[in-house]
């Protein structure tokens, strides 16, 4: 049994989260182009722009329905802020992922160092002395003929 949306229309002073859900009741019932109507209709008439329930996340979610929220300056502002801080989030995440990668990789490098040390020492030890002589006289070492 669906609930009669007209008999719970929000008010002025009820919260951003129960104008959400009244818009969720209402597009179980009449689709979402009649309940977009609906809704800007009563928003209009008890909520609005300097209503309590103009929060960041009603605007999120009805601008995902087709509804656009007029904002106050503060509140752009503020929409404006959580965007920034959500992309600082995003980019904190992706750098974290990096420098876990990294750090794989570099304990099986170390590992596998670590691995030809205990299995020929010597040969070990005449790679990294090659390695190290050519990277400090940028190649020109590697054409120098050995033994």
């Known amino acids: 049994m669906k609930i009669d949306p007209s008999k719970k229309i929000p ?7 129960s ?15 009649k309940a977009n109507s609906i809704w800007v209709y009563a928003w ?6 300097t209503s309590p329930a103009n929060t960041t996340s009603l605007r999120s979610y009805m601008s995902g329905e087709g509804v656009n929220i007029d ?7 503020g929409d404006t802020v959580d965007g920034v801080f959500e992309g600082i989030g995003n980019f904190a995440s992706v750098t974290g992922y990096v420098i876990i990668g990294v750090g794989v990789v570099s304990f ?20 990294a002395l090659k390695i190290g002589a050519i990277s400090s006289t940028g190649g020109a070492s590697a054409m120098i003929p050995t033994k």
């Open 71 to 77: 904002t106050t300056t503060l509140s752009a502002l």
């Open 11 to 17: 008010t002025a002073s009820s919260n951003g989260s």
């Open 44 to 49: 209009g008439k008890r909520g609005g722009v």
């Open 19 to 33: 104008w959400v859900q009244w818009h969720k009741d209402l597009k179980a019932i009449f689709g979402k182009k």
């Open 108 to 127: 099986f490098f170390v590992a596998r160092a670590l691995y030809g040390l205990t299995k020929d020492p010597n040969k070990t030890i005449e790679q």
